[in-house]
């Protein structure tokens, strides 16, 4: 004959859906016509955890996906919670195949291009604009804290595949393949992130 589960190990296998929020930025450019992130980025964001305390702790997403456990819950009542208690999830979201098949939840919000970027900022508004979409398990982003990689492109179509936005700025290094080196009329390039937020969608 079967048996019941114990009503712990149901809550402790139970799986929340992932909530889908948006990263919406607005930037200073400087001989930049557009930036595209890309979801190979390494992120450090600070999250907070949905229920409970409000517990804030950074997670960091590499290639695509960041984890962590919350360390607030202990013994029996961490076998007996659901998992969303006792860890988070942050990952890139990724847009549907054609016809809706395929993995990731991004649909309409976004194309891939080169390096999946997942958006593209061209500082021509509306502000601020929607530059990433990330789903959340466990978790709700508080702050883009640094780190991220950009497709960075001026007005005559040169381009910087791998910018990497330090402290929210990318400056042109005026060497190599940089901007500068490919158009000197450009004289100097960069991109400031000026203000940033996160949006439920």
């Not at 600070?46 to 997403?61: D, F, H, L, M, Y």
């Not at 061209?122 to 990689?149: D, K, N, S």
Request: glycine share 12%; hydrophobic share 35%.
């Amino acid at each position: 004959s079967s048996r019941s589960l114990p009503a712990q190990h149901i809550l402790s296998t139970r799986v929340a859906m992932p909530i889908l929020y948006g990263l919406y930025v607005e930037a200073q450019l400087c001989n930049v016509s557009s930036f595209r992130l890309s979801d190979s980025s390494d992120w450090i964001f600070q999250v907070q955890k949905r229920s409970r305390n409000g517990t804030v702790a950074p997670i960091e997403v590499q290639q695509g996906v960041g984890r962590l456990e919350w360390g607030d819950i202990h013994g029996a009542d961490r076998l007996a919670c659901d998992r969303s208690e006792r860890e988070a999830t942050m990952r890139v979201a990724r847009p549907r195949k054609a016809g809706g098949k395929g993995k990731g939840q991004l649909g309409k919000f976004g194309k891939l291009r080169g390096e999946t970027p997942l958006a593209e900022y061209t500082g021509e508004g509306p502000f601020p604009c929607l530059v990433a979409v990330f789903e959340c398990e466990g978790c709700e982003p508080l702050e883009w804290t640094t780190g991220g990689i950009a497709c960075v492109q001026d007005g005559n179509g040169h381009e910087v595949v791998r910018a990497q936005l330090n402290s929210m700025i990318w400056q042109d290094s005026g060497r190599g393949n940089s901007l500068v080196c490919q158009d000197p009329r450009n004289g100097e390039a960069y991109i400031r992130i000026t203000s940033h937020e996160f949006r439920c969608l």
